[in-house]
């Protein structure tokens, strides 16, 4: 089993930045992708970016230029540093790890964005 812990959500201004953090701990070997994504209510979970092992990353398009992914894959985490915030970016955002074909979440951090 993989277990993943994120920190950094919180409440911000629209234009403001935060950064989030997961750890992945437990089984942690052959993870593959790691990523992160978001989801509102009564909406579906969407990818926001992902990270391949060798650092290759895909955005989704809405956070293109303002958000960054980064991974230590000594330390087995990955970043998310999100600047240029907008109120719809107001979500509970998610780690996710890819691991010998399964997929592994964390519970989720807040973030807000006021206008």
């Known amino acids: 089993q993989v277990q993943l812990a994120e920190s950094g959500g919180g409440l911000v201004q629209a234009g403001g930045s935060l950064r989030l953090s997961c750890r992945a701990s437990?089984?942690?070997?052959?993870?593959?992708?790691m990523a992160w994504y978001r989801q509102t209510p009564g909406n579906a979970r969407e990818m926001v970016a992902r990270?391949?092992?060798?650092?290759?990353?895909t955005y989704a398009e809405s956070v293109k230029g303002r958000f960054t992914i980064t991974r230590d894959n000594a330390e087995k985490s990955i970043d998310l540093q999100m600047d240029s915030l907008k109120p719809e970016d107001t979500a509970v955002y998610y780690c996710?790890?890819?691991?010998?074909?399964?997929?592994?979440w964390g519970l989720g951090t807040q973030v807000t964005v006021s206008s």
């Open positions: 990270i391949s092992r060798p650092g290759a990353t």
């Open positions: 996710m790890v890819e691991r010998n074909g399964r997929t592994y």
């Open positions: 437990g089984l942690t070997s052959s993870i593959r992708d």
